[in-house]
């Protein structure tokens, strides 16, 4: 069952809310297919399509946060650069297929980015803008 819904979008703001829900869904994906046992080649669709959705998403949050000097610009970007840091390493694995994924590690990455989304995106959203 899906755990991902719009509970977990603190209404950042639109686009940043739109984003998130599509990389969630896409996380959520993950999970069901890695859990249902789906082929390696629908599963290495959606790890790679994550990856590439990740990456463009960090990056338009990060020139924001510089557009705005934010304060927590630092912490916040090595929160993404783990979370692309495990992304490229699951793709790779699956890639050479020297494992199959185990549903607790995409668990454990669908949790990470729900705690991101909760507080640091949120942190930043609320910040104070000069
Ligand atoms: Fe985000
Ligand atoms: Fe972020």
Do not use: W
Not at 20 to 33: F, M, N, S, T
């Amino acid at each position: 069952m899906s755990q991902v819904d719009d509970g977990h979008l603190p209404g950042l703001n639109p686009i940043m809310d739109g984003e998130h829900r599509v990389q969630l869904g896409l996380i959520d994906a993950l999970c069901a297919a890695v859990e249902a046992r789906a082929g390696s080649e629908e599963i290495g669709q959606i790890l790679e399509t994550l990856l590439e959705y990740s990456k463009t998403h960090f990056l338009s949050e990060e020139l924001l946060m510089r557009l705005d000097s934010y304060e927590g610009f630092d912490e916040h970007v090595e929160d993404h650069a783990e979370m692309l840091d495990t992304l490229a390493a699951m793709v790779d694995t699956y890639r050479i297929g020297e494992k199959e994924l185990i549903p607790g590690q995409t668990r454990k990455l669908l949790a990470f980015l729900i705690h991101h989304i909760e507080t640091r995106d949120a942190r930043y959203v609320s910040a104070p803008r000069i």
